[in-house]
């Protein structure tokens, strides 16, 4: 039996550290861990309910939009605060155009090298690469040519000594099972998804004024003008030149998205009992039809499903369900860690009683994160991209059971695959599918609202601190691009007196609760084999496939500390 350190293990941000038992070549046991402490709450105590939003923008460098447009909702909540209809359209497409960003990012540029072997593209021939290529999707760029050049450049980089960015990785690992053309196939797209992304999302720069951290959130609206008549308005212009950026959304997920996902896919169909933890989903709902106050309306359905149990609607969420506990954390509680707290009443007192680095191994019988433990009802949930898809598949929602159905078939595999790390994958895909064809009715229905002559942006009835009750509760929610984000803001006086935001890489990546209940990662890891302890690749793919929002190296320790091997993942 080994116990496996990988720390940190996500490619992107922040400090995640996963532990696991290893025995008899599958992981027995896992414990997931935070090790970076997060303080935004407390900064944010006394300061202005309107200027909430500014400041958790910084909890997170990437999805800084989500935290933005989830603190106004908070405080327009509290506040009681109807937006015009043009607020929440111009809502909805800048979180539909974070979704489809960040969701191909996720599959190129952070998961798809867990299954793209790149040192295997170099034995590929680009002739065959491009008659696969043109099996599998009309995208014009899929000529034998194109690819040698592709082929060329990687191999530059392997003939001088060094992979660039390919760098670092369990090349030639024996659980890659893609053949030398697809695998170059993968690095192509890897490529050439750096490009399109950093062009899609000008979408947000134009709403917005920049990204990442946009400006032009604002409780009550939005900053920015609506006026078919002014050139620094949002104007006809402007509505076309976003239908351009989505039609380039949809042809590039539809022609190389979802057919590189349903090629990788296909190699790896044991990955469809492998990975799929809890069996319980929640979603808060999101992208509102009409108000913000009606989630039967939404177009991401609210609700939970348990025990994996497609064959009922799914149950309602109610907020006032969900609480944190801090038994493995490193906070306290003035009445007692045992106990669970609902955000309003939450604390967020630090106590750290772990190792003093550099360490071993963490005390996982006592506190060993800083993530807190969120639970509905006291039972752990996953949050993300697959919740969602289960949530509407349950509640019937006509679009996604049609594709879910759909990718299901084309795999071959039934909807019991839907609970894996293959499941998690081709949610997000779906996911992406689905947001894009939603994105270009949204640009439509602001631009129909334009031409009828609405051009209200902004309620600021409430908007003077003098017009608010003295003492108020608010809770903003969204279906962030990693699942359900929570902010509960309490206000007092005109000011902030306590504000807590429970965000999705809690729900998935928490500790034990006080009942010793896992978290999300840490269910999802029991029995996931591993070929190679010193090469756990199997555990990356499983806890990459959340999308964890932390980063960097990965370091792996054998039982007795010796470090066997060190890779920078980008």
Known sequence: MAKLVIDPITRIEGHLRIEAVVERGRVKEAWSSGTMFRGVEIILKGRD????????????????????????????????????????????????????????????????????????????????????????????????????????????????????????????????????????????????????????????????????????????????????????????????QMKQWAAMARDFVEQVYIPDLLAIASFYKDWASIGGGLGNYLTYGDFPRKTIDRPEEFWIPRGVVLNKNLGAPPSVMEQE????????????????????????????????????????????????SWLKAPRYNDTPMEVGPLARMIVSYAAGHPDVRATVNGVLQKLGVGPEALFSTLGRVAARGIETLLMTRELDRWIDELAANMARGDLSIHNGERWRPETWPREAE?????????????????????????????????????????????????????????????????????????????????????????????????
């Not at 090349?171 to 697809?182: F, N, S």
């Open 49 to 240: 309910p309107r200027d909430a939003w500014v400041f958790t923008q910084r909890f997170c460098g990437v999805c800084t939009t989500v935290h933005a447009l989830t603190s106004v909702r908070a405080v327009e909540n509290a506040l009681n605060i109807t937006i015009p209809d043009n607020a929440r359209i111009i809502r909805n497409i800048i979180d539909g155009a974070q979704h489809i960003q960040d969701h191909v990012i996720h599959f190129y540029h952070l998961h798809a090298l867990d299954w793209v072997d790149v040192v295997s593209a170099l034995k590929a021939d680009p002739g065959e690469t491009a008659a696969l290529a043109q099996s599998i999707s009309s995208w014009p760029k899929s000529s034998a040519n194109y690819f040698k050049t592709v082929q060329n450049r990687v191999k530059t980089f392997v003939e001088s000594g060094q992979l660039g960015l390919f760098a670092n990785g369990y090349w030639g690992h024996p659980a890659y099972k893609l053949p030398p053309e697809a695998n170059l196939l993968g690095v192509a797209h890897y490529l050439e998804a750096l490009d399109w992304q950093r062009e899609f999302i000008k979408i947000h720069a134009l709403l917005g004024g920049k990204n990442p951290h946009l400006q032009t959130y604002l409780v009550g609206g939005m900053a920015i003008p609506v006026d078919p008549n002014s050139q620094i308005a949002i104007n006809a212009q402007r509505i076309a």
């Open 321 to 368: 369900r969900v609480t944190e506990y801090v038994a493995h954390s490193w906070y306290t509680y003035a009445d007692g860690d045992d106990k669970g707290k609902h955000p309003w009443q939450g604390e967020t007192s630090p106590r750290y009683t772990g190792p003093k680095p550099p360490y071993e191994f963490l005390d996982t019988n006592g506190k060993y």
């Open 474 to 570: 608010g809770w903003g929610f969204m279906e962030a691009p990693r699942g359900a984000l929570g902010h509960w803001v309490r206000i007092k006086n005109g000011k902030i007196e306590n504000y807590q935001a429970v965000v999705p890489s809690t729900w998935n990546g928490s500790p034990r609760d006080a009942r010793g209940q896992p978290g999300a990662y840490e269910a999802s890891l029991v029995d996931t084999p591993v070929a190679d302890p010193e090469q756990p690749l199997e555990i990356l793919r499983t806890i990459h496939s959340f999308d964890p929002c932390i980063a960097c190296a990965v370091h792996v320790f054998n039982g007795n500390g010796r470090e066997l091997t060190r890779i920078q993942v980008v």
